[in-house]
């Protein structure tokens, strides 16, 4: 551990507590073994998704612990928003711990089959569900995993999820064998530096023109908007939920504003995002 760098040292300290969490998960469930859901943010000020569904509550997210189920995290673990959420609030915190734990859980007692049930369970413990974003943290963390969500895509075909993501070889291993559901939008998370240079940054980046020959988009994460004028801006998840042509769709890559949290000096373009629409950006 590193003395003279306390964000690091807590993110050590963070991938402990997961390790935990992976030898004895029942220990960190909040009640029972559900998952557990959340409103999603975005819906709150996104003029409800633009007409995908009526009240802010039909759009709900659902969150793992970030940084250990993200094996493609590369130099984004070093900033990650998501890390300082769950540090700011116990109860984010808590509640990722519980679906990391309950996934695990599931997973040992039933397979992929169980997983994708407890999944479709909390979905429907909402009663009227229209778009569920995968992931404001955490990632695709294994193969059954993915496998799961695929799953449940096509048993829920009426309802959008959509996420990003640096799990590209897990993407790959999975999208490459079957028919991808039209419902689950999987938008490949990639950055640019300060100069505005390409900086994917992952440790699977070479999956990247595999994944975009299938039919995945790109999300460029920006420093600035005056950065790749010629893609369209993710407008409150407007791009991020347009369907990318594996999903039948013609979306084109798209960029979004990085969070300050970490760079508020060299970051300006999560502050032109919120005078553009008025919410944050990750």
Known sequence: MD???PISNGIERFKNTLAEISLNPESFLADDN???????H????????HGRIERKNQCVSFDICPLN??????ACGRGCYDYVHGRTYPNVKKLQEHNFASLLINY???GVQKVTESIIRAIKSKKV???????AGGDFFTKWYLEAWVNVARLM????FYGYSKSFHILYAVASKINWPSNLIINLSVGVTPEGELWHGGLYDEFIPKLQDLGFNLCHVVWGLDEYPELPYNDEE???ITPSKINGGNKPDFKIGIHSYFYPAMSKAHHDAEKLDGVHHC
């Open 129 to 135: 569900i229209k778009v569920v974003r995968i992931h």
């Open 42 to 49: 975005k819906c709150r000020n996104g003029h409800y998704m």
């Open 238 to 240: 407007r791009m991020a």
């Open 34 to 40: 559900g998952l557990k859901l959340s409103n999603n």
């Open 3 to 5: 003395n003279n760098n």
């Open 69 to 74: 189920t993200c094996p493609g995290m590369g």
């Open 157 to 160: 075909p009426d309802v959008t």
């Open 108 to 110: 040992r007692a039933g």
